[in-house]
């Protein structure tokens, strides 16, 4: 039964995140914001929901290992899992803008994080407003760069049309959708992990966080098979980001977030930072600027061994 709830759970924060990007553009176009700071902020901020409230209700609900996990194991995900396979379908080019800009602000919120954590095992409020200001800061940057480059995020337009019942049965949708889903997905996780004898925090790393990166794979696996130039690095890290400062820096601000298992700061959180250092000398070395197929495969068979290490080592 726990496993019918996590797969219905899952499905829900997939159908919930879909109206809450449909109805959240259709709405800023209503207030005559551009595409490029809808595609920079009201879609990141969206597609971070389901995240977002699998955090915030594990917190809320005493579970704040899969809190911490759902984001530590998203990242590693998007980084081995996401980008590994969608290099596998086709290479990926790098531009100059991800050495520059987004990977140091990834490596900073990833470091900040491990600090704070490490400092007295506990995400504070107040650390919690530091990062979601950090983000804050960030776009700021990212908008004006963008605006400089003359960069136009790809955003549909059809959504500029829509009425506004229209959008608020949207947002209905989107929302109820996501209450449930991660109330389901978090409780179903949780019997998961007592049944099979892992720890909680297992459970966060590895189910619950490549369950809220399918979205990610589907999307950048499609694009990547059509042969789309869009498929951008930059998308990934910014999740990244966005994971760490709008989901554990929103959900410290409401609960603050103890460390209850020590593997997230022993081993989780290294793995995280260990696959977003390697970014660097993946682009450079031997082909600069390209994620080849061969470098996919690296990082799916490296998070292969992490999902292993996980599991073999995460036993109660």
Known sequence: ????????????L???GEYLVRSSVALSFKFNISKMVIG?????????????????????????????????GSNIANIGLVL????????IAVDKSFYKLNWPVMMVFSLALYYFLKNDTVLTAYEGAALFIGLIVFLVVLIRSAKKDKVVEAVDENLATVSNFKIAIWLLIGATALYFGSEWLVEGSKEIALSIGVSEAVIGVSLIAIGTSVPELAASVIA????????????????????????????????????T?????????????????????????????????????FLVVAY????????TQGKI
């Open 14 to 16: 997939v159908i919930g």
């Open 40 to 72: 920079m902020t009201v879609v990141s901020f969206a597609t971070s929901a389901p995240e977002l409230l699998v955090s915030l209700q594990a917190a809320l609900s005493g579970s704040p290992a899969i809190a911490i996990n759902n984001v530590v």
């Open 304 to 311: 292969g061994i992490f999902m292993f290490l996980v599991f």
């Open 261 to 297: 298992e020590p593997q997230i700061l022993s081993n989780d959180i290294f793995w995280m930072l260990g696959f977003s250092a390697v970014l660097i000398p993946l682009i450079f070395l031997p082909n600069r600027l390209q994620i080849s197929r061969f470098k996919g495969f």
């Open 1 to 12: 039964m726990s496993l019918l709830w996590v797969i219905l759970g899952f499905a829900l």
């Open 224 to 259: 990547a098979a059509k042969q789309e130039k869009a498929i951008s690095l930059g998308n990934l890290i910014g999740s990244n980001i966005f994971n760490i400062a709008s989901v554990l820096g929103l959900t410290a601000l409401i609960k603050p977030i103890p460390v």
């Open 84 to 91: 590994g396979i969608t290099a596998l379908v086709g290479s």
